[in-house]
């Protein structure tokens, strides 16, 4: 299907991405906007914006008819949701195919079946794709310990319906499970409106590794590589690179190949990520889930593989077949992406917002920097503290490393609290240069931040 003006269905440092990429195929852009974006730096560079409604997300880009809405309103024949928000609602897919509007993604019913994570583990399980020791649903706390006893402890549970952490909580002794358990469902139930549970085996020494894919409409399914994204607060990713460290290539090539087989068994079109639990320890992998939509890391990939992934969706979305073979991805060098937040690190984290007052980003090769922010932005109160990513690329890991530094030490921003100085920090690491790299490294740095302050 022939497409032409888009709305893009998002706000911040993804708007400007997703408008870049519409210039470069000579595709018009219409903005969606809250009342509090109507300035926003991807407000100017669109070529329309429409505001959709107040600041509170959920009365503007959590609202699904008002997105569909201006999208008629405005001609658009196409909408881009981003990632956040409502980019993996099976529901604004569904609503966009009803009213003859192409949806940049993937099919509602893949939305649907990855989205749900006992559906998704079922569907790896049949592609023979490995999955975690663990559960169907539990119903009650009794049966969450009955599987406990079953797998072993420590089990992580967590919630069937949702993502971003919530409703997720380690168990490490049988005398906890009751309150987690009611405690997990209960913010289950608040964050997705779907209280189900399910228990996994919990890996202590575990490295989140993901496998970007892109499926087009004529049953081709290609991998672009992989991710390393074990550095995370809160199962909230702040660093990412690719490729991943310190992993076999045999293993390397056995995760992309999972991750390809579970794409193209349903037939998946556009581009995703399916990600896996890399037990460091046992030197297995398992499948962990599939997030049906473009990923907040996706310059890293761009980075080594020199392919632009918005660009890709929109083409698969008009219906045109992927111009690149498995055989001709290749990947160049090393690349790097710190999530720079509005937020201090010394006081826990906690979102700084306001108004910028100095923006001095880095410059020079191989470095670059996706952001919606500039001198004299004010940063709202109402939605995620995420500054800008900065991406840099190097000739191999440690000249990476060595890039992002250099550019966090040229990276200036007065008037609010940066997480800059804990990413350099992070890069400074002995266990984070030497690859040694797991889910709970952050954790540990931050508690020794913390520690030093006190």
């Given at each position: 299907m022939p497409i032409s003006r888009i709305l893009v269905a998002n706000r911040g440092e993804i708007a400007v991405r997703i408008i870049r990429a519409?210039?470069?195929?000579?595709?018009?852009?219409?903005?969606?906007?809250?009342?509090?974006?109507?300035?926003?730096?991807?407000?100017?560079?669109?070529?329309?914006?429409?505001?959709?409604?107040?600041?509170?997300?959920?009365?503007?880009?959590?609202?699904?008819?008002?997105?569909?809405?201006?999208?008629?309103?405005?001609?658009?024949?196409?909408l881009h949701p981003g990632y956040g928000f409502l980019s993996e609602s099976a529901e604004l897919a569904a609503l966009c195919a009803q009213h003859g509007i192409t949806f940049i993604g993937p099919l509602p019913e893949h939305i649907h079946q990855m989205g749900n994570k006992l559906e998704a583990r079922a569907l790896a399980r049949r592609s023979g794709v490995p999955v975690l020791p663990g559960s169907e649903k539990v119903a009650t706390a009794e049966d969450a310990l009955a599987v406990a006893d079953r797998i072993g402890l420590p089990v992580m549970m967590k919630a069937a319906a949702g993502g971003g952490g919530r409703g997720m909580k380690v168990v490490t002794r049988r005398e906890d499970m009751a309150g987690m358990f009611t405690a997990a469902a209960a913010e289950a139930r608040s964050a997705f409106g779907d209280s189900t549970l399910y228990l996994e085996r919990f890996i202590a020494n575990a490295r989140h590794i993901e496998v970007q894919v892109l499926g087009d409409r004529h049953g081709t399914v290609i991998h672009l590589g992989e991710r390393d994204c074990s550095l995370q607060r809160r199962h909230q990713k702040v660093v990412e690179e690719a490729p991943a460290p310190a992993v076999a290539d045999a293993l390397r090539a056995q995760i992309h190949e999972a991750a390809v087989t579970l794409a193209r068994s349903i037939g998946y079109q556009s581009a995703g990520t399916v990600e896996f639990i890399y037990d460091e320890d046992a030197k297995t992998f398992y499948f962990l889930e599939m997030n049906t939509r473009i990923q907040v890391e996706h310059p890293v990939t761009e980075a080594v593989t020199g392919i632009d992934l918005v660009r890709q969706q929109l083409l698969i979305a008009a219906g045109e077949p992927l111009q690149i073979a498995q055989s001709e991805v290749r990947l160049n060098g090393h690349a790097i992406e710190c999530r720079i937040t509005a937020e201090l690190p010394h006081e826990n984290f906690r979102p700084n917002p306001g108004r910028i007052t100095r923006w001095q980003p880095p410059a020079g090769p191989q470095v670059r920097l996706d952001t919606h922010c500039h001198e004299g932005y004010v940063v709202p109160i109402y939605y995620d503290s995420l500054l800008g990513k900065l991406i840099v690329h190097g000739r191999d890991r440690d000249d990476a490393i060595a890039r992002m530094q250099s550019a966090l030490a040229e990276f200036v921003v007065d008037g609010i609290g940066t997480t800059i100085p804990f990413l350099e920090r992070a890069m400074a690491h002995e266990d984070f240069r030497a690859g040694r790299v797991n889910t709970q490294l952050v954790a540990g740095m931050i508690d020794d931040m913390l520690a030093a302050a006190q």
């Open positions: 519409c210039k470069s195929l000579g595709l018009q852009t219409v903005l969606a906007v809250s009342e509090a974006d109507r300035d926003s730096l991807p407000a100017r560079q669109a070529d329309r914006t429409v505001c959709i409604g107040p600041p509170a997300p959920g009365r503007s880009y959590l609202n699904h008819k008002a997105l569909v809405a201006a999208a008629l309103g405005t001609g658009c024949d196409a």
